[in-house]
């Protein structure tokens, strides 16, 4: 998680940070193409944990605060009167807030598809329990238009990569080479998902249906971090859901809630713009140079993962390191 995902979590439950094992990274090398790019170090804090106990940590707290489980049993929604057919009854709710994930059953069912193939991303990484003190480590390039990391974990380590999906014919294979590159030889089952790398949707909804999370395609595409994003969306729909039915208009929760994304959609807009540039074939080598020989470049990149600098910021400190041609389409941003 970085420090944007921790500063809403903070807000939202009111802890400092998620009472579950985390480890603490300030220190991180970078790779690029398979070129040393040099250390950052004391840099602004990640926070490293596993998925299953924070989800679990949260589940109880929502259990803890009224929620209901009604999982384990099929069901079908009617997207004519909000009301959810189940095996033990029907629901019915004024708003529903989809926060179901990149294979969202109900985005299928409003947008007849979760998301758009051609440019969805894919992530896949392998936990090694053995793994100990392990260095935090960023690898562009490990996959095309993404890349590769090696996480600590307070359980071991976390290898993966991520990147466009129709970019990586085969994302199984370049885990394998990038384990070797690590030298790492482990016969552990990978686990993927998709990642909606930066595709969001611009109006995340309809009627009184809003999406949340990867549901609404909320991941940053240079960093794939989509939990930050998740926490402050579920909250900005819970806000607009409950204003817009305290003034008896719960048609107006959508419109509340697409204002409040504004900033959200404007950064993924910027990084995807980056991103293009980032990994432009013909800007490979300034991209490495500039890396190589920046430390503030290499501080400034972990300060934005970190979530204390905005896309636009960055931007402008690679923009005076880049040729003509990739200044003009930065401008165009
Ligand atoms: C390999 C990988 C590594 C990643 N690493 C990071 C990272 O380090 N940092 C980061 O910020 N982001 C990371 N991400 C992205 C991050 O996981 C997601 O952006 C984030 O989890 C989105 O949260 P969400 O609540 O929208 O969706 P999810 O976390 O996917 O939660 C959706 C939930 O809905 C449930 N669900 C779905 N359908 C139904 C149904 N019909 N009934 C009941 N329940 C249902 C699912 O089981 C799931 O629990 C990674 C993604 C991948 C694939």
């Given at each position: 998680m970085t420090g944007r995902a921790m500063v809403h979590y903070r807000r939202i439950f009111g802890e400092p940070i998620p009472r579950v094992p985390i480890v603490e990274s300030r220190d991180v090398s970078f790779f690029a193409f398979g070129e040393d790019l040099g250390q950052t170090h004391g840099v602004s804090p990640l926070y490293f944990g596993m998925r299953r106990q924070l989800d679990l940590h949260l589940v109880e707290a929502a259990f803890a605060n009224g929620a209901i489980d009604f999982t384990g049993q099929s069901g079908s929604l009617d997207l004519s009167?909000?009301?959810?057919?189940?095996?033990?009854?029907?629901?019915?709710?004024?708003?529903?807030?989809?926060?179901?994930?990149?294979?969202s059953q109900i985005a299928h069912q409003v947008y007849g598809q979760a998301f758009d193939r051609s440019k969805i991303g894919f992530a896949l990484e392998v936990e090694i329990p053995e793994m100990t003190d392990t260095e935090l480590r960023i690898d562009f390039g490990a996959a095309e238009w993404g890349y590769g990391w090696q996480f600590p974990k307070s359980e071991g380590a976390t290898i993966g990569l991520g990147g466009v999906l129709s970019r990586n014919a085969d994302m199984k294979s370049a885990l394998s080479s990038?384990?070797?590159?690590?030298?790492?030889?482990?016969?552990?089952?990978?686990?993927g998902q998709f990642l909606p790398f930066g595709d969001f949707r611009t109006k995340p909804g309809s009627g009184r249906?809003?999406?949340?999370?990867?549901?609404?395609?909320?991941v940053d595409p240079i960093t794939g971090e989509g939990i930050g994003h998740a926490l402050f969306s579920g909250e900005a729909a819970a806000i607009a859901a409950t204003s817009a039915l305290n003034r008896g208009s719960p048609d107006q929760a959508l419109n509340a809630y697409v204002r409040a994304l504004r900033p959200v959609h404007q950064g993924l807009k910027?990084?995807?713009?980056?991103?293009?540039?980032?990994?432009?074939?013909?800007?490979?080598?300034?991209?490495?140079?500039?890396?190589?020989?920046?430390?503030?470049?290499?501080?400034?990149?972990?300060?934005?993962?970190?979530?204390e600098l905005e896309y636009g910021t960055l931007?402008?400190?690679?923009?005076?390191?880049?040729?003509?041609?990739?200044i003009r389409a930065l401008q165009r941003i």
């Open positions: 009167t909000n009301r959810l057919h189940l095996q033990s009854g029907v629901l019915e709710a004024p708003i529903i807030i989809a926060a179901d994930g990149v294979n990038y384990l070797d590159r690590l030298n790492l030889n482990t016969s552990l089952r990978p686990k249906i809003l999406f949340a999370g990867d549901a609404a395609g909320l910027h990084a995807r713009r980056l991103r293009t540039i980032m990994f432009h074939e013909r800007l490979r080598s300034t991209f490495v140079r500039s890396f190589q020989s920046s430390r503030s470049l290499r501080g400034e990149y972990f300060r934005m993962m970190a979530g931007i402008r400190q690679v923009a005076t390191r880049l040729p003509g041609f990739a």
